[in-house]
């Protein structure tokens, strides 16, 4: 399964809401899609699985909604520290896949 | 806490060899799915292999045949042999948890291969 995220690119501003896609070349088995946050010079960080559930310690701001070949994580308001990019990656099918990336960047 | 450090990157030559080592404590490495997935510099993730819990084993076409993911219970320690190395697997190697349903739970720091003459 191919995941094509956009925007590739997202400049934004603290305060703001972000809206980031991921779509699957085909439907994703069971909503077996998750979220990561990766930051320059650090490893990737779990952030949302099975499509809308958030993992331990992930802020309330952070939500993924979604379903069959459609999905997107929504960060509410957002703080500096979630300027980063964003990785979606389908594990309904085997060989399991990551999107391309979003860029998440202060405007 | 749950923790994975990995060990064992360099400079190496085409077609030579590495041993990466992932090394794990809070949890056992022989009751856990576990994965190395790599990102080449500036690109994004990509799934190398998979161990599950049962000794099964899976690779990606891009490395199946030189690369071989192993365990050691005495060390809890995770390991991925490289052989024939190309320039196209320089990247940095991450170990991580696989839940049973597929996705990445923890993350090592990650360590830096790079092939090159």
């Known amino acids: 399964i191919v995941l094509t995220q956009f925007p590739g690119t997202l400049s934004l501003s603290p305060g703001e809401r972000a809206t980031l896609s991921c779509r699957a070349s085909?439907?994703?088995?069971?909503?077996?899609l998750a979220w990561y946050q990766q930051k320059p010079g650090q490893a990737p960080r779990l952030l949302i699985y099975?499509?809308?559930s958030r993992a331990t310690g992930i802020p309330d701001r952070f939500s993924g909604s979604g379903s069959g070949t459609d999905f997107t994580l929504t960060i509410s308001r957002l703080e500096p520290e979630d300027f980063a990019v964003y990785y979606c990656q389908q594990y309904g099918n085997s060989p399991y896949t990551f999107g391309q990336g979003t860029k998440l960047e202060i405007k | 806490e749950v923790q994975l450090v990995e060990s064992g990157g360099g400079l190496i030559q085409p077609g030579g060899s590495l041993r990466l080592s992932c090394a794990a404590s809070g949890f056992s490495v022989i009751n856990n799915y576990m994965s190395w997935v790599r990102q080449a510099p500036g690109k994004g993730l990509e799934w190398v292999s998979i161990?599950?819990?049962?000794?099964?084993?899976y690779y990606a076409d891009s490395v199946k045949g030189r690369f071989t993911i192993s365990r050691d219970n005495s060390k809890n320690t995770l390991y991925l042999q490289m052989n024939s190395l190309r320039a196209e697997d320089t990247a940095v190697y991450y170990c991580?948890?696989?839940?049973?349903?597929?996705?990445?739970?923890?993350w090592g720091q990650g360590t830096l291969v790079t092939v090159s003459s």
């Open positions: 991580a948890t696989l839940e049973w349903s597929g996705y990445y739970k923890v």
């Open positions: 099975g499509a809308s």
């Open positions: 161990t599950y819990s049962d000794g099964n084993t």
């Open positions: 085909q439907s994703v088995s069971s909503s077996y």
